[in-house]
């Protein structure tokens, strides 16, 4: 049985603004949960990886999250939301599939049979 992981966002990133919790989350979830937890910078729609933690050598960190090959040694499942402009962004992709899902139920109805 696959081990449950909770969900517990954390900054990871550097550079760039990424976000990421331990275990494969649903994404609305997840954006949701980081939203409720004040992270408010523009986020991709999330992904699931599998990541491999390694030691940083001294600086600011204290480890360093590597996305591997799933079934690598010491992997574990993880969700990621990179920061993201534009139509990228999880709003933005969320508002298309669901416009795009809307009309493909309208488009079904209009063709269908009546009985």
Same mark, same amino acid.
Do not use: N
């Given at each position: 049985?696959?081990? %449950?992981? =909770?969900?517990?966002?954390?900054?990871? &990133?550097?550079?760039?603004?990424?976000?990421?919790? @331990?275990? *494969? /989350?649903?994404? *609305?979830?997840?954006?949701?949960? @980081?939203?409720?937890?004040? $992270?408010?910078?523009?986020? &991709?729609?999330? #992904?699931? /990886?599998?990541?491999?933690?390694?030691?940083?050598?001294?600086?600011? *960190?204290?480890?360093? $999250? *590597?996305?591997?090959?799933?079934?690598?040694?010491?992997?574990? !499942? @993880? #969700?990621? @939301?990179?920061?993201?402009? &534009?139509?990228?962004? #999880?709003?933005?992709?969320?508002?298309?599939?669901?416009?795009?899902?809307? %009309?493909?139920?309208?488009?079904?109805?209009?063709? =269908? !049979?009546?009985?």
């Amino acid at each position: 049985m696959a081990r %449950q992981c =909770s969900l517990e966002i954390e900054r990871v &990133g550097d550079d760039v603004y990424i976000l990421m919790s @331990a275990g *494969h /989350h649903d994404p *609305h979830v997840f954006t949701r949960h @980081a939203r409720s937890e004040g $992270y408010d910078w523009p986020l &991709g729609m999330p #992904t699931q /990886h599998w990541v491999k933690r390694t030691p940083a050598k001294g600086g600011f *960190h204290s480890c360093w $999250y *590597h996305i591997v090959p799933e079934g690598t040694r010491g992997a574990f !499942p @993880a #969700t990621y @939301a990179h920061e993201a402009y &534009g139509d990228e962004r #999880t709003e933005v992709v969320t508002a298309r599939a669901e416009s795009e899902a809307t %009309q493909l139920i309208a488009d079904r109805t209009i063709g =269908s !049979p009546r009985i």
